[in-house]
Structure formats: structure tokens, C-alpha cells
């Protein structure tokens, strides 16, 4: 939906990474301006840090916000206000060099955070109520797909020949107001999510038309049986809270595994890749000013991998594509490990580290990089979904928070044996993936919440009363036909 709304782990930070220098060197220009002195360099640093932790504050913020706003707006009208945010922080950081003002540049990056923060949280939300379950997985992996075009974009645009000079970085930054204004213009010709519109406005008949201008078909009643069936379950909807949905019996498995997915979403060492990525590329022999370029080969790899994952995910499922991208996370990084140990002791050996990089990246953007969000999608009833992905946003914005800032801790202490770590956090994941998660594929929503019944042991309240009264209205009734019963299993009523 939007090219800018990458993850702080990918675009964002690898841009900012690339124009570390120029960026120091405006601080320091801009403090000598006002102060007749340059600033020391611990105040430097200090800055520094500040401008690359703001952005995860800032999602932080949009994700504890997205809700409320939800509430009012609804998910399209959420996704176009949130426009506001990417184009003003477009507009405050392309101008903080010609403003000579770098809190514009740290502001930006703020506010930067609170768009993508509310479009993490919206947009999957968005996708996964609008589409039908046979492909609820492929329309949600889009999200991953542009957010890979969004870093190979970002790595195009860096190079030196375009926008990757000292005199032109802010406009980097700013190009983030273009796939915004291409929202805010295509968007309102989308309805709203015909989910939203039955559940929580009560609005059958436009719920009915966003149904039909979706799936370009007249005949619709099976999705709105489907929608309908989840209301009966759901009687007097109403939005939980952030504490009541992690106090629920009924939904604590799914909590937990989306809590342990997101977490390992942020800490499976995807950023350190990129810590090492131009020192790799160096020991094979690549001149410094040829990396930018062979840089590309990784945004392209990304991009091939999500665009596999979205054609087979209907297909294979999501719980082998989670799986299998840790584990092989996991063997990749163990090999990584080795041959940068080792990388002095043969000519070949640093190009083996630089297949690894690339099998890494691979495996993540084909399963763990977009996966995530529809899971949390899917987990959850209308009424929890809301408060599902506040609490998948938290868990994410802070695990990049955290990484932020003990990477370099971690990396300094255990040198090339910090990838040991995130290995062996990949590999815990792949272990409760296996063990917990249920296959979502061609699922509804019901039947979603009856797999994760028995783990909870607990069934919701309304369910066990829908049933009753199913029961009561059955007794003294000739039996139902193998097509009604067939709806009644499919919207998880018997």
C-alpha cells in the first residue's frame, strides 16, 4: 500500500547508516554556527543515537495511538490521515540542511516512526478484513513485497550518481512524500473494510457493496454469512482493551505466539547482516566504490524472496514458511559465523560469506518478514484484533529498540560470534513455531479461535452459548441437510 512504510530494521536505517558521515558532519556544522565552537564528540554521539532510537519511539507512539484513531476513522480513513505524518516528515527532514537546523532532522524521524507505527498496525489490519480466506495470506504478504521494492528503491536512490552525495542526502529522506501522495490520491476510490463496516458500524449495506467492489462479483452471501456468523458469535461487539485482551483465558496462546513472533520478527540478526555487509563485500576483493552497487543484490534477493513467499503461501502454509525461514536462519547464521572467523585463510572464503549473507536475507524475506503480521490478523475476533496489534506493535517497536541499542554492546563483546546469538534465537523459534502454531491456511476467523481452543482450554463464554441455544432450537427438528451442516461447521457454530 505505501513503498515508505518499511520496517526502521531495512530502509530507513540502511539509508541512514549509508549518510552516517554527512549527517555527523551537518551536526557538527550546525552546532559550530551557533555555538563558535564544534560540538565535543561525546555530544555528537550522543545526537547520533538520538536521531536512530527516535524512529522506534516513534512507531512505539503510533502504535499505542492506531486504535483510537481506528475507532473513529475506520482502517481506510486511518491509513489516509496517516499520509500527514510521512509527507510532513518528508517535508521537515528534506529541509533540515537548507534550514541548518538538525533537530528537524531528529523531528522528522519522530514522526517518520508514528506513520510507520500506525501503518504497521493498520495496514495488515486492513488486509486481512478485506480479503477472502482462499487468499488471505497472499494479499497479506503485499505488505512485505513493497516493503522490500521500498529498501531496494531507497538503495537505488543512495547511490552516489542520484541522491547519495553530500549536497543532496535530505532529499533522500524526503522522497518517503511520494508513495504518500499516492496513497492519498488512489485510496478513496477503495471502500472501507466490509468487516469494520458489519461488525462494529452495524452497516449491512455497505458492508455489502465494499463486499462486491472487492471480490467484483454480485453474489456475496457467502461472505456475508460468513461476517454474519461471527457477529452471532460475537453478540453486542465490543472493542477489548489492551489489558482485558492479555487478561482473557480464551485467547492466551495467541497472544503469547504473537508476542514470540514479533520479538523474533526484530531480534533474528537481520540488522547486524548489514553491520557487516560492506566489510564482507571488501575482504572478497570488491573496491569500496563498486559496493553501493553489488549492495543492490541484496534488495533484489529480498524482493525475489517475498514475491516467492506470496505466490506459494496459499499453497505450503504459513507455519513450513515460518519454520523453515528461522531453521534455515539458523544454519545460515552458524555457517556465517565460521567463515568470517576463518575469512583470512583462503581467498574463497569471504565470497562464501557473502552467499551466506544473501541465503539469510533470503530465507527471512521468504517467510519471518511478512508472515508475522498476518498471523496477528488472523489470530483474532473483530473485537480483538484492534488490541492484538497494539500489543504485536509494542513488542516489535521495543525488540528494535532493543537491538538498537545492545548490538553494538554485543558485537563488540563476542566480535564475529555475535551471530551465535541470533541463531540461537531463530532456532527457538522454529522449535515453538512447531510445536504451537496451527496452520491458518484457508481458515476462517472461527475456526482460527476453535484451533487454539483446546491449547487455551478455555472456551469464550458466547460460543458455549450460541451452541446452547443451537441445541435447544435443533431438539424436536428434522435433521439439517449436509449443506446446512457443512455451513454450520465452516462458520464454527457446531
Same mark, same amino acid.
Given at each position: 500500500m505505501q513503498l515508505s512504510e518499511?520496517?526502521?530494521?531495512?530502509?530507513?536505517?540502511?539509508?541512514?547508516?549509508?549518510?552516517?558521515?554527512?549527517?555527523?558532519?551537518?551536526?557538527?556544522?550546525?552546532?559550530?554556527?551557533?555555538?563558535?565552537?564544534p560540538t565535543d564528540p561525546d555530544t555528537l554521539t550522543l545526537l547520533w543515537s538520538v536521531t536512530v532510537s527516535i524512529f522506534a519511539i516513534g512507531g512505539l507512539v503510533g502504535t499505542l495511538i492506531v486504535k483510537l484513531i481506528g475507532r473513529v476513522l475506520g482502517r481506510k480513513y486511518t491509513l489516509l490521515v496517516n499520509n500527514g505524518f510521512a509527507?510532513?516528515?518528508?517535508?521537515?527532514?528534506?529541509c533540515s540542511l537548507q534550514a541548518g537546523t538538525f533537530e528537524m532532522l531528529i523531528v522528522g524521524r519522530f514522526i517518520m516512526g508514528v506513520d510507520g507505527g500506525i501503518a504497521l498496525s493498520a495496514l495488515p489490519m486492513y488486509l486481512s478484513e478485506i480479503s477472502p480466506k482462499e487468499i488471505r495470506g497472499s494479499l497479506?504478504?503485499?505488505t512485505a513485497i513493497f516493503i522490500c521494492v521500498g529498501v531496494f528503491t531507497g538503495q537505488v536512490l543512495g547511490l552516489p550518481e542520484l541522491l547519495g552525495k553530500e549536497s543532496t542526502w535530505p532529499y533522500l529522506f524526503g522522497v518517503i512524500a511520494v508513495p504518500a501522495v499516492v496513497q492519498l490520491v488512489s485510496l478513496p476510490f477503495l471502500p472501507e473494510s466490509p468487516r469494520y463496516l458489519l461488525l462494529e458500524k452495524h452497516d449491512q449495506v455497505a458492508a455489502e457493496q465494499a463486499f462486491r467492489t472487492f471480490l467484483g462479483k454480485e453474489d456475496v452471501s457467502r461472505e456475508l454469512e460468513e461476517v454474519l456468523a461471527e457477529r452471532r458469535v460475537q453478540r453486542n461487539v465490543r472493542l477489548v482493551s489492551v489489558l482485558e485482551l492479555l487478561m482473557s483465558p480464551f485467547v492466551r496462546w495467541q497472544v503469547g505466539t504473537v508476542v514470540i513472533t514479533m520479538a523474533c520478527y526484530q531480534l533474528c540478526g537481520l540488522n547486524a547482516i548489514w553491520f557487516y555487509?560492506?566489510?564482507?563485500?571488501?575482504?572478497?576483493?570488491?573496491?569500496?566504490?563498486?559496493?553501493?552497487?553489488?549492495?543492490?543484490?541484496? @534488495? &533484489? *534477493?529480498e524482493i525475489l524472496a517475498a514475491v516467492f513467499s506470496g505466490l506459494v503461501i496459499e499453497r505450503l502454509g504459513r507455519r513450513p514458511l515460518l519454520i523453515g525461514g528461522f531453521g534455515l536462519m539458523t544454519l545460515f547464521f552458524g555457517i556465517l559465523t565460521a567463515t568470517l572467523t576463518l575469512q583470512d585463510h583462503a581467498p574463497w572464503v569471504p565470497y562464501l560469506s557473502i552467499v551466506c549473507i544473501l541465503a539469510i536475507i533470503a530465507s527471512f524475506c521468504s517467510?519471518? @518478514? &511478512? *508472515?508475522p503480521f498476518i498471523l496477528t490478523g488472523e489470530f483474532f475476533q473483530q473485537s480483538q484484533r484492534p488490541a492484538a496489534f497494539i500489543v504485536a506493535g509494542t513488542v516489535n517497536w521495543l525488540s528494535n529498540f532493543a537491538v538498537g541499542l545492545l548490538f553494538p554492546f554485543i558485537q563488540k563483546s563476542l566480535d564475529t560470534y555475535c551471530f551465535l546469538v541470533f541463531a540461537a534465537i531463530c532456532l527457538t523459534g522454529a522449535v515453538y513455531f512447531y510445536f504451537v502454531l496451527p496452520e491458518t491456511k484457508n481458515r476462517t476467523y472461527a475456526e482460527i479461535s476453535q484451533a487454539f481452543a483446546k491449547r487455551n482450554k478455555a472456551f469464550p463464554p458466547e460460543e458455549k452459548i450460541d451452541l446452547a441455544v443451537t441445541d435447544d432450537k435443533m431438539i424436536g427438528k428434522p435433521e439439517p441437510d449436509s449443506s446446512t451442516l457443512d455451513s454450520y461447521v465452516k462458520n464454527g457454530v457446531v
Open positions: 518499511k520496517d526502521p530494521a531495512d530502509s530507513q536505517e540502511s539509508d541512514l547508516v549509508k549518510k552516517k558521515s554527512y549527517i555527523k558532519a551537518f551536526y557538527n556544522e550546525s552546532w559550530e554556527r551557533r555555538h563558535g565552537h509527507i510532513s516528515a518528508a517535508l521537515l527532514m528534506a497479506g504478504q503485499v555487509t560492506n566489510s564482507i563485500f571488501g575482504k572478497a576483493g570488491i573496491p569500496p566504490e563498486k559496493i553501493p552497487y553489488i549492495t543492490l543484490s541484496t @534488495g &533484489g *534477493i517467510g519471518p @518478514g &511478512g *508472515i
